[in-house]
């Protein structure tokens, strides 16, 4: 790369042709990601793994994207290297100028984005089979070297968890702890080894050790998790593995674990994921009765909300459930803007239309309070018995921060539900992700106790979310903590849904 810099490559835009920016859209939607570049990487990658560009013509008429949301500084080395290699293995390159790797780029995402499309036609357009090709297998890898240009091809090959029940046994005597492994279980993301310890006094050593015995196993960044064993003398201490041998959990996975919940109307039952086992982890809103979901930008926050209200959705019928949904930034929620399940049949887009729906919604506590009261009820479970049908209210604010500094005001309001709401039928599901101090104060904390934390930057985040730390050792795409009050926090991962999957259970 001697005409060119990493630094130049860095302050370029690059396209591809528009056919193949349509298809990225396409995909965009399919895998439930918010920026081009995110599938333009996955496209780039599936050329790559092909032999020679073809000569076709194609046109630069994609919409442009800036090279820093394609590469970061860390990896922008790494994509260079693997497209200039190709060029150099198959002749494809006369020159190393700009040109000529804008050029090489723009064909091999044109290439590989033509190539996931027809991934995604051949899997009958159902997410889970996409998405198990995406991750169960290589694409396409040339069996023998590139450089023989043989067209024999691999078997889709599924990237399996390995035991490192040795290693952990190793590098737990490295910090002074004698241990056995009795038990191994591969979850969708960790790996759960069930310890039992020699001697119970090191139990101590072991949790003010779980840094330098993350070191020892080569984990970089993440973080081992120590909870309590099954039996005396035992621990679970659970692993995170390399993202190729993770499993995703999508939209079949939360229809499968709603199917085993009853379905009769009187319950608010939500699943936004599985544990580190892959058992689904479930609780009913009703009784929690708020919920905050609360994370860093891109780390599964909006996710995480879909999955909840297309719970709610998969359980209930519009005479059971109504849903109001509140999007300041009017961004979110236009999946479900002809859903029969919206209350009043609409949704509040900007924040001024979010006051007036909070406004409605307290009015309309009143009012149910007001009628609970003339059948001599408290609640409407006991208003349901005496003939009062009123159906849920799952009230949805999609970004808190942002209604909270734009209108001060409103915050009150919205503890006054927090505070009174449950009684009513109506309970809230409020996101951010700017968790801090000044948009998640000390009256609306007491009143919101359940939450649902992803990964965020610091500490003290976590702290605002759950009340302790943890959430900033999370491993990104979904992953989760989840604490209800009155249980320990269990650990879990969010399932993958795309907006297409989202309008498919919205349509009912």
Known sequence: MSTISLQQIMSARFRTSAHADNQTKTLMEVLGLSTKAAVARLAIGRSLSLGALTDEQIDAKGLEIPASSLFTQDDVAIWVGLILTHARTFGSAATEGMDTFRSNLRLHWHRGAGLLYE????SNEDFDNFVGTLVKRRADLPDRSVVQHEDARTKPEVVLADDQSGQLVRSLSEI??????????HGPRLTRYRVALRDINQLDKLKRGLERLALALSLQQQMPVLSA???ARTVMIDIPRPRDTWRVEGKGALLDALREVSSNGHHLIVSPGVDVIGKPVQFDLANAPHVLVAGATGQGKSVCVHSLLVSLITKH???????????????????????????RDSMAVGAAACRTMIEDLVAEMDDR??????????????????????PFIVACIDELADLVLQDRDIEHKIVRLAQMARAAGIHLILATQRPDAQTFRGLLRTNVPARIALTVQKSSESQIILDEPGAEDLLGRGDMIVKLSGSDAVRAHGYLLSLNDVETVVRK
């Open 176 to 185: 002074g702890v004698n241990a056995e492994v009795k038990g191994v279980i």
């Open 369 to 390: 309070y007001r009628r609970l009261g003339e059948v001599n009820v408290n609640n409407v479970a006991d208003a349901t018995a005496r003939g009062l049908h009123l």
């Open 317 to 343: 019928s519009p005479s059971t459930l109504r849903l109001a949904l509140m999007d300041p930034k009017q961004v979110e929620f236009g999946v479900y803007s002809s859903s029969r399940f919206l209350w």
């Open 119 to 122: 991934d995604w036609k051949n």
């Open 229 to 231: 064993g099954d039996e």
